[in-house]
């Protein structure tokens, strides 16, 4: 099995940046893709980014695209989330998940799942 743990979430100011970290351990050679959602208050879970853990391969959800990077340090087992030009929408739970191939946005496929981390965008 695969642990993740998401750290780095907090309350920032519309316009700010945070960056959102997430720790793997347990059976990493078993990742090839690596994602963040979110989820906010009676709302659906969002495809937020996803990278192979290889690097080369990224994907965002439309709301975050230019303002959102996926990065990861493979020597730490560690995988990123650098948030820019923070919106009072951008509001939820961020959550890093792990699949074993290049799902992308499809949530369904993804088998690791870390507790989430709060992000809070005051306007």
């Known amino acids: 099995q695969v642990q993740l743990v998401e750290s780095g979430g907090g309350l920032v100011q519309a316009g700010g940046s945070l960056r959102l970290s997430c720790a793997a351990s347990?059976?990493?050679?078993?990742?090839?893709?690596m994602g963040w959602f979110r989820q906010a208050p009676g709302k659906e879970r969002e495809f937020v980014a996803a990278s192979r853990w290889a690097g080369g391969m990224t994907s965002y959800g439309d709301s975050v695209k230019g303002r959102f990077t996926i990065s990861r340090d493979n020597a730490k087992n560690m995988v990123y989330l650098q948030m820019n030009s923070l919106k009072p929408e951008d509001t939820a739970v961020y959550y890093c998940?792990?699949?074993?191939?290049?799902?992308?946005?499809?949530?369904?496929?993804?088998?690791?799942w870390g507790q989430g981390t709060q992000v809070t965008v005051s306007s």
């Open positions: 998940a792990g699949c074993r191939e290049w799902p992308a946005g499809n949530d369904r496929m993804y088998t690791s």
């Open positions: 347990g059976r990493i050679f078993s990742i090839y893709t």
